[in-house]
């Protein structure tokens, strides 16, 4: 996470025992992957709000900006162990549905705070099919804590490149280079349509890896743009995550960041190496009660 408003990332959890941890531990591990997770988008408000205002933000539809805020009021209760929370807990899980994606990431980010909520649940696994990669991302390590492996497939995603394609066809006016680290929703590219200059944002932060189209080319909808390596702390928090609902299957890729994967730093090599033993150590312990 680039930038995370003082919240530094997550600790690193202490070497495992042979015994498993009990659960309730492992989500408490998870949630400290998630909450970093979601001050990096930048969506962290400071002013409190009172209940009134909470109420008034989380219908404001036009405003999804109110409607974050309201989230991360009631994220900061829950937070607190504050039981009041509750009251909007089927806004929070309505929000998910929300038609943007920013209030539905948010959304996701709050409903992995209460692990006992089925309603959140339903929700989450829902917005594991959501258009945008950075709500399914979340949703993923959301559902963490509820014990759920059903975002595997979305954490293995986050140790990846991800190829955007083209949103609108055109000419290509101009496009960063490669090489060049974009945060999410940074503007990667002009793309001229008749007299309108339209721009392309990054749905996702990372590196630029490859160009798939080069300045001046011509490009239709659904091509191919560009190839965004992962960030590192995208990297981290699906390690951590994989940690407790990774396999063996999922080792090659995970072992792959435990042996150094370019501008990668030494944390990221550890905490793939932690990952790599709890996953085999699971398996494990999973046959020898076969």
């Known amino acids: 996470m680039t930038e995370n408003n003082g919240h530094g990332r997550p600790p690193t959890p202490p070497r495992q025992s042979r015994r498993r941890s009990p659960w309730p531990l492992v989500v408490v591990a998870a949630l400290l992957v998630i909450a970093p997770f979601m001050f ?9 709000l009172s209940d009134a205002e909470i109420e008034k933000y989380l219908r ?19 937070d607190k162990g504050d039981a009041t929370a509750a009251r909007w807990y089927p806004q929070v899980a309505g929000l998910a549905a929300s038609r943007h994606a920013d209030v539905r990431m948010t959304a996701a980010w709050v409903m992995g705070k209460d692990a006992r909520q089925q309603e959140f649940h339903a929700a989450l696994r829902k917005l594991l ?5 950075i709500v399914r991302r979340n ?48 503007m990667l590219a002009r793309v001229r349509t008749g007299e309108q200059v339209a721009e392309i944002r990054s749905p996702l932060p990372g590196r630029i890896e490859q160009l798939a189209a080069a ?28 940690r407790f609902v990774g396999t063996v299957e999922d080792l090659p890729e995970v072992e792959r960041y435990a042996a150094g994967v370019a501008g990668m730093s030494e944390e990221s090599k550890r905490e793939a190496a932690l990952t790599v033993e709890a996953v085999k150590r699971r398996a494990a312990e999973k046959s020898a009660t076969k």
């Open 40 to 48: 990096w988008y930048g969506t962290w408000f400071g002013r409190p």
């Open 129 to 133: 099919a959501d258009g945008e990669p």
């Open 215 to 242: 300045t001046g080319a011509q490009i239709t909808a659904g091509q191919p743009l560009v190839t965004l390596a992962p960030d590192e702390d995208s990297v981290t928090n699906a390690l951590v995550a994989l």
């Open 139 to 186: 949703a993923a390590l959301a559902l963490v804590p509820f014990n759920d492996a059903s975002g595997r497939a979305e954490l293995l995603a986050m140790l990846r490149p991800y190829t955007f394609d083209a949103p609108l066809a055109g000419q290509l006016v101009s496009v960063l280079p490669v090489g060049t680290p974009v945060k999410r929703e940074a």
């Open 60 to 78: 404001d539809e036009e405003n999804p900006r109110h409607e974050q805020h309201a989230l991360s009021q009631i994220a900061a209760l829950m």
